[in-house]
């Protein structure tokens, strides 16, 4: 199975910051895919296949990534963006595997 | 629209059995792979099974192997979640999922596992 671990686990920026959340697989996936949960509500699809922002997403908005390494980039914070961000890998599945979240506070 | 709604949730006794429905709409149901996934209070998400198009296939982690049994009835575009032997951890939030180049999720229902 593999694990996927986030960092940092927890955030806080002031809008207009950057902020970049890594996903780190511990062996090599072939995409990855990251959701977003505002508190009380359903994980919603945010970003497929490594690289692609689902309907309705701000291109502020960004995914990058290969191999063992992924990343989710935020070029400029505004404060609706406060949630917690999960990755999930494509590669096995099932079994499908999460990370363990990053929550994304704003100043 | 792409909808999915969850119910059956609810407090169930331990070692009770309880299951969960969905009804998908907006979208050709028998041609995707469906799961559940499950999130503990304030905790990450779970993934609890999966079922292939024409139901043939599932798959389980071994948290719930042997206790939790999904299936599907693609005439009515249901989902469903069969729950037996319930344990107080399995107490969270159950979300329907779509499976196609990530999950599209339902809103959710809760189970609490408790005497």
């Known amino acids: 199975e593999t694990v996927l671990t986030q960092s940092p686990t927890t955030t806080a920026a002031s809008p207009g910051e950057k902020v970049t959340i890594t996903c780190r697989a511990s062996?090599?996936?072939?995409?990855m895919h990251w959701y977003q949960q505002k508190s009380g509500a359903s994980p919603k699809l945010w970003i497929y296949?490594?690289?692609k922002l689902a309907s309705g997403v701000p291109n502020r908005f960004s995914g990058s990534g290969s191999g063992t390494s992924y990343s989710l980039i935020i070029s400029s914070i505004e404060s609706e963006d406060a949630a917690t961000y999960y990755c999930?890998?494509?590669?096995?599945?099932?079994?499908?595997?999460f990370g363990s979240g990053t929550k994304l506070e704003i100043k | 629209e792409v909808q999915l709604v969850e119910s059956g949730g609810g407090l169930v006794q331990p070692g009770r059995s309880l299951k969960l429905s969905c009804a998908a709409s907006?979208?050709?149901?028998?041609?995707?792979?469906m799961a559940w996934v499950r999130q503990a209070p304030k905790k990450g998400l779970e993934w609890v099974a999966t079922?292939?198009?024409?139901?043939?296939?599932?798959y389980y982690p071994d948290s719930v192997k042997g206790r939790f049994t999904i299936s599907r009835d693609n005439a009515k575009s249901s989902l469903y979640l069969q729950m037996n032997s319930l344990k107080s951890e399995d107490t969270a939030t159950y979300y329907c999922?779509?499976?196609?180049?990530?999950?599209?999720w339902g809103q959710g229902v809760m189970v609490t596992v408790s005497s």
């Open positions: 999930q890998q494509k590669s096995s599945d099932p079994p499908l595997t």
């Open positions: 062996s090599s996936v072939s995409y």
């Open positions: 907006g979208f050709t149901f028998s041609n995707y792979y």
């Open positions: 079922i292939s198009t024409s139901g043939s296939r599932t």
């Open positions: 999922a779509r499976r196609a180049g990530g999950l599209y």
């Open positions: 296949d490594t690289s």
